[in-house]
C-alpha cells in the first residue's frame, strides 16, 4: 500500500472521528431518552392491554382508564421513542454522509431536553387530566408549536450540514433525509393547525384530517428515516455497494407520490367523500411498491453475506426491519382492500398493521442504527452480546405475536363477529379475549427486552463499554477469521 494511501486513510479516519465526537452529547441523548419512553410506553402498553381482558386492573387508581393509558402509551411511543431515535439517526447520517462537522450540535442538545420536556408534560396531561380524542395527537394543543420549534433547531441544523457537504454527489440515504426534513414539519404543522387551531370544522373532518397524519406521518417521516439508515448499513458493513442505484431512486419517487395520498380509507364507511377514501386505499395497496423496490435493493446487497447478517447486530435488526417493511406493505394491501376493510376497521386489526410498521420495521432498523453508531460516537464497544440478542430474540416473537398472530388473525375474528347482526356484545368480546390476552404476553416480551436495552444503552452512555479492536459481533468465532465479517466491518469504520 503507498504512503498516499496510507496518509489519505489516516485523514479519512481522523475527519470520521471529529465528526463523531462533535454529534456525541446530542445523539446519545436522543438515543438514550427514547430508549427510556420506549420501556416507559411499553409498560404502559402492557397495563393498557391488560385493562381489555380485567378491567378491574388498576380501578383503584382515578383516571388509570384504559382510554388514558392507550393514548399515553401511543404518544410516548411515537414522540418520545420512535421521533427522537429518528432525530439521532439522521443527525449523525447527515453529518458523516456530508463529512462536516455539526456546528451547532449545542443547540440540538438543548433542542432535545425542551423536546422531552414537552412530551413529560403531555404524557403527564394525558394520565391526569385526560386525552384529546385524536390517535396519536392525545397530548395537549399547546404541545406541538413546541414540538415544532424544537424540531426547527433540529431540521435546520443537517440542512446547513448538507448545504456544506465535501463533494456534489448526493447519496441515496440523502435523499430520504432530505425529504423527511421537509415533509415532518409539513405533515404535523399542518395537522395541528386543522385539527387544534382551526378546530377541524365538524368533528368528522378532523376525524379524517387525524386518519390522514398517522399515515403520512409513517410513510413520509419514520418509513424514509429507517430506509436512509438501511441503505447506509447495508453496503458500509458487508463492502459491497448498492445492488442498483436506479431503483433506489425509483423507490424514493414512488414513496413520495403516494405516500401523501393514504390515511383516509381508515374512514371506510363514513359519511366521507368516496374518492377520498379509495384514492386513500390505492394509495396504501401501491405503497408496496416502494416497500419491495427498497426490500429487493438492501437484501440483493447482503446477499452473498448471510455470515455477516448473522454476525453483525447493526445488519441483523436492519435486514429483520426489511423484512418487517415488506410485511407491513403486505398487511397494509390486505387491510385496504374494499372487500375486507368491512371486516377490520375498528378491530386489532389495525393495532396490528400499525405495531407491525412502527416497531417490526422503523424500531428495528432504529435498533440497527443505533447498535452501529454509538460504538462510533462513544470509543466504546457494546458491552454484552447475550444482552443483544435476547433484545432481538424477545423483540422478534413478541412483535410476530402482537401483529400478526393477535392483530391480524385476532382483527379479523373480531370483525367477522361484528359483521354478524345476530351477534351481541358479550360474543363480540368473547371472541376477541383470547387474543387481548397473548397481546398481552407479547408486550411484556418486548418491554422486557427494550428495559435490558435502556440499560444497556445507558451504561454506553457512560462509556462503560468494553475497549475493543474489534467491532461487536454475535458470534465469536468470527471475530478472528481472516474472511469473516470483522475484515469487511473494520476496514469501512471509524
Not at 96 to 121: E, P, S
Not at 207 to 225: E, H, K
Amino acid at each position: 500500500m503507498s504512503t498516499a494511501s496510507i496518509i489519505n486513510q489516516e485523514q479519512d479516519a481522523s475527519l470520521r472521528a471529529g465528526i463523531d465526537r462533535s454529534l456525541r452529547h446530542p445523539v446519545m441523548f436522543f438515543f438514550t431518552s427514547g430508549a427510556a419512553w420506549l420501556a416507559l410506553s411499553l409498560v404502559l402498553g402492557i397495563f393498557a392491554s391488560i385493562k381489555t381482558h380485567n378491567p378491574e386492573f388498576l380501578e383503584c387508581i382515578p383516571g388509570l382508564g384504559y382510554g388514558r393509558l392507550y393514548a399515553a402509551h401511543m404518544d410516548a411511543f411515537i414522540y418520545g421513542w420512535a421521533a427522537q431515535a429518528a432525530f439521532g439517526t439522521l443527525v449523525w447520517l447527515m453529518a458523516r454522509l456530508t463529512r462536516q462537522k455539526c456546528r451547532c450540535a449545542g443547540l440540538i442538545l438543548a433542542a432535545g431536553h425542551v423536546w422531552n420536556a414537552a412530551v413529560g408534560f403531555g404524557i403527564f396531561y394525558i394520565l391526569v387530566y385526560g386525552a384529546s380524542g385524536q390517535p396519536w395527537m392525545q397530548m395537549p394543543e399547546n404541545v406541538y408549536p413546541v414540538l415544532l420549534l424544537c424540531y426547527a433547531v433540529i431540521g435546520i441544523g443537517s440542512f446547513v450540514n448538507f448545504r456544506t457537504r465535501r463533494g456534489g454527489h448526493v447519496y441515496i440515504s440523502q435523499w430520504y433525509i432530505l425529504a423527511a426534513l421537509f415533509w415532518f414539519p409539513w405533515v404535523l404543522g399542518s395537522t395541528h393547525m386543522f385539527v387544534n387551531v382551526f378546530e377541524g370544522g365538524h368533528g368528522l373532518v378532523a376525524a379524517g384530517i387525524n386518519a390522514w397524519y398517522r399515515s403520512a406521518i409513517l410513510f413520509l417521516f419514520f418509513t424514509p428515516i429507517a430506509i436512509a439508515s438501511a441503505y447506509y448499513l447495508a453496503p458500509k458493513v458487508t463492502g459491497r455497494p448498492v445492488y442498483s442505484y436506479s431503483l433506489g431512486i425509483l423507490g424514493f419517487w414512488v414513496l413520495a407520490v403516494v405516500g401523501p395520498w393514504s390515511g383516509v380509507e381508515k374512514m371506510f364507511g363514513a359519511p366521507y367523500a368516496s374518492f377520498l377514501q379509495h384514492a386513500g386505499a390505492a394509495a396504501t395497496i401501491l405503497f408496496a411498491a416502494p416497500a419491495i423496490a427498497v426490500s429487493v435493493n438492501i437484501l440483493m446487497t447482503v446477499k452473498n453475506h448471510m455470515k455477516t447478517v448473522q454476525s453483525s447486530p447493526s445488519l441483523l435488526f436492519t435486514t429483520m426491519g426489511i423484512f418487517g417493511l415488506l410485511l407491513t406493505a403486505l398487511i397494509g394491501v390486505v387491510l385496504s382492500l374494499p372487500a375486507a376493510m368491512p371486516y377490520t376497521n375498528f378491530t386489532l386489526a389495525r393495532l396490528g398493521y400499525e405495531m407491525m410498521a412502527l416497531y417490526g420495521f422503523f424500531s428495528m432498523c432504529m435498533f440497527g442504527a443505533i447498535y452501529f453508531i454509538v460504538p462510533r460516537i462513544t470509543g466504546r464497544e457494546w458491552i454484552s452480546t447475550r444482552a443483544i440478542k435476547i433484545h432481538y430474540i424477545s423483540s422478534l416473537y413478541g412483535i410476530l405475536f402482537v401483529a400478526l398472530v393477535c392483530g391480524l388473525l385476532g382483527g379479523f375474528m373480531q370483525g367477522l363477529t361484528l359483521e354478524d347482526v345476530n351477534e351481541g356484545a358479550y360474543a363480540i368480546q368473547s371472541k376477541a379475549l383470547p387474543y387481548n390476552w397473548t397481546i398481552t404476553i407479547g408486550w411484556c416480551f418486548v418491554a422486557i427486552a427494550n428495559i435490558a436495552f435502556c440499560f444497556h444503552l445507558l451504561l454506553m452512555w457512560l462509556r462503560l463499554g468494553r475497549r475493543s479492536t474489534h467491532p461487536t459481533l454475535l458470534n465469536a468465532h468470527d471475530a478472528h477469521s481472516p474472511h469473516g465479517p470483522d475484515g469487511d466491518i473494520q476496514k469501512l469504520t471509524a
